[in-house]
């Protein structure tokens, strides 16, 4: 390839899913969790990933997050295929390129919001002092500077999961990658954080795959709905959000959902 055509591929596809099936013993049976799944996701796109519980969302997720290696089939990166790597080489790559948010926030309970999204950065090597500016700076982008030093169990549901997703972009991820973020929120809250992913693929040309059983939610969200069912690829369709009314980060967000047709 010139460097020219490189280039060019480089800047559209970010991952690419060729032929990925993961399959799972059970007892005696073997389950397919995935099925053969063909999929690009072209960079600073916001997609969702829509289907029942079962269906191979979360599979996908670990999958394309190199959490998890695929049965059969590659993944691709940037070009580059994921599983190449060792383990070491793998968990380094996924330090610096992606930023993971679950529907349990995963935060370290004993940890304050401020060391928990400092957390990534000290495995990556940054000092102290810097961390600490940096996770400060990111807790107030998701409008949470003035709790940089409650625990989780001294935050809401809601505002755990903005530590989880300021700690998600601690090493400026090329790749957001969100297990059911809202799974654990009541439906404003739930609309606060969708607000959040939307406004950071909007706004800071982030790349955002998003899991969900929600259909309703990420028609109104995301750019591109894919439909798994029983781990295959059932529907993929390009999805057109109402003009969001998107809150600035930090900011609190209307109380009913936007209307069409806002600003
Ligand atoms: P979803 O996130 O859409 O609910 P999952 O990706 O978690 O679906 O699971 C897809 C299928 O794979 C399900 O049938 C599930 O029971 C099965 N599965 C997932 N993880 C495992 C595992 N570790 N061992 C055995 N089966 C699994
Ligand atoms: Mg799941």
């Known amino acids: 390839m010139t460097a020219l055509v490189e280039a060019a591929a480089a800047t559209d596809t970010l991952i690419e899913l060729v032929a ?23 960079r600073g796109s916001f997609l969702g990933v829509i289907g029942r519980s079962g269906s191979g969302k979360s599979t996908f997720l670990n999958i394309v997050g190199g959490l998890d290696r ?9 070009g580059q295929p994921l599983m190449a790597r060792t383990s ?16 349990s926030f995963n935060l370290v ?22 961390r600490r500016r940096r996770a400060q700076e990111l807790l107030e982008k998701v409008g949470l500077g003035k709790r940089t030093g409650h625990r989780p169990t001294e935050l809401s549901g809601g505002e755990r999961q903005r530590v989880a997703i300021a700690r998600a972009l601690a090493n400026s991820p090329k790749l957001l990658l969100c297990d059911e973020p809202t799974g654990n929120l009541d439906s404003r809250t739930a609309e606060e954080i969708m607000g959040m ?4 693929h909007a706004k800071d040309g982030a790349t955002v795959v998003l899991v969900t059983h929600d259909r309703e939610r990420a028609e109104r969200y995301c750019e591109r709905l894919v439909t798994l069912e029983d781990g295959r690829v059932k529907d993929d369709r390009r999805s057109v959000p109402p003009a969001l ?7 609190e967000p209307p109380a009913q959902a936007p209307a069409e047709g806002g600003k």
Do not use: C, M
């Not at 990925?20 to 072209?42: I, M, N, P, Q």
């Not at 992913?197 to 950071?200: S, V």
């Open 109 to 130: 309970p004993h940890l304050t919001a401020l060391e928990n999204v400092a957390l990534p950065l000290a495995l990556a090597g940054v000092g102290l002092f810097e």
């Open 20 to 42: 990925v099936k993961k399959h799972y013993r059970f007892g005696e049976s073997l389950v397919a969790a995935l099925d053969g799944v063909d999929l690009k996701v072209t």
């Open 197 to 200: 992913l939307a406004q950071l």
């Open 245 to 251: 009314a998107i809150p600035t980060l930090g900011q």
């Open 70 to 78: 695929p049965s059969e089939g590659t993944v691709l990166i940037e």
């Open 88 to 103: 070491d080489a793998l968990a380094a790559y996924r330090r610096a390129v992606i930023g993971f948010v679950f529907q």
